[in-house]
């Protein structure tokens, strides 16, 4: 049985002491979830929201790392900054650092055998935009995606990731997948995964699903075969989290 994980990408959201107040906020009513429970934070809100949660079922993670170890790379974060901070999880390959960012399925790979090297979990995102979704590409595209992030990840490492399926026309948007789409790409993530390596190993990577997801559909969501769990953006920020950690 997989464990579900309910993880919540602040964005570029919350000063690090409104962060702090936002995790003292969210603290008691996560605290009962059954689920693994995430706050995915600006870099610099990594520490405080770290110290803030310290001794309570919350995990925290980073939004983005660098694939280098160190050096002349203004600006960036390696996986060593945020494993000593203490974050143990990092976002990779969200659609808004592809676009906006111009990352690639190439810097998402390179990204996420940085990450697994070090010992951080990667959350890594996949997701189509409306037209490819109007064009029918839908599976082929995810398909490529996770082919490509996962290149010369072992089998033995792939079970520690976190996928998330997030369409992208559904981030921000209010407008959600319905379930059945999102059970259709999250069960078509986990044929691609057990093509690569193997049934076993598939049925035991966590998917979860991203794009708008809040207080009224995650239970509906989270219900799914293959969604194990979600990747909130906008309603991670307010106390309806917790109904969402619960659900
Ligand atoms: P929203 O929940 O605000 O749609 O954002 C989803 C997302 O991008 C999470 O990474």
């Known amino acids: 049985m997989r464990k579900k994980i ?6 570029m959201n919350m000063t690090p002491s409104e962060a702090v107040a936002l995790a003292e906020t969210l603290k008691p009513l996560v605290a009962t979830s059954e689920a693994d429970v995430v706050f995915c934070v600006p870099a610099v809100d990594i520490v405080p929201v770290v110290n803030a949660v310290k001794g309570t079922n919350i995990e925290v993670g980073a939004e983005n790392l660098y694939f280098e ?3 002349a790379y203004t600006g960036e974060i390696s996986a060593d900054m945020i494993l000593d901070a203490g974050a143990k999880y990092v976002v990779i390959g969200h659609s808004e650092r592809r676009e906006y960012f111009k990352e690639t399925d190439e810097i998402v790979n390179k990204k996420v055998l940085k990450a697994l090297e070090k010992g951080l979990t990667p959350i890594l995102c996949c997701g189509e935009s409306l037209t490819q979704r109007e064009q029918g590409i839908t599976i082929e595209w995810v398909r490529m995606q996770i082919k490509i992030a996962l290149q010369g990840v072992s089998a033995e490492e792939a079970e520690k990731i976190v996928i998330a399926y997030e369409p992208i026309w559904a981030i921000g948007t209010g407008k959600t997948a319905t379930t059945e789409q999102a059970q259709e790409v999250c069960g078509a993530i986990r044929v691609v995964l057990g093509e690569i390596y193997g049934c076993e190993t598939a049925e035991k990577i966590r998917i979860q699903y991203g794009g708008s997801v809040n207080e009224g559909n ?10 194990d769990g979600g990747l909130v953006g906008g309603a991670s920020l307010k106390p309806g989290f917790g109904v969402i950690a619960n659900a």
């Open 218 to 227: 995650a239970a509906e969501l989270f219900a799914q075969p293959d969604i």
């Open 6 to 11: 309910v993880a919540g990408n602040w964005k």
């Open 69 to 71: 170890d160190k050096g």
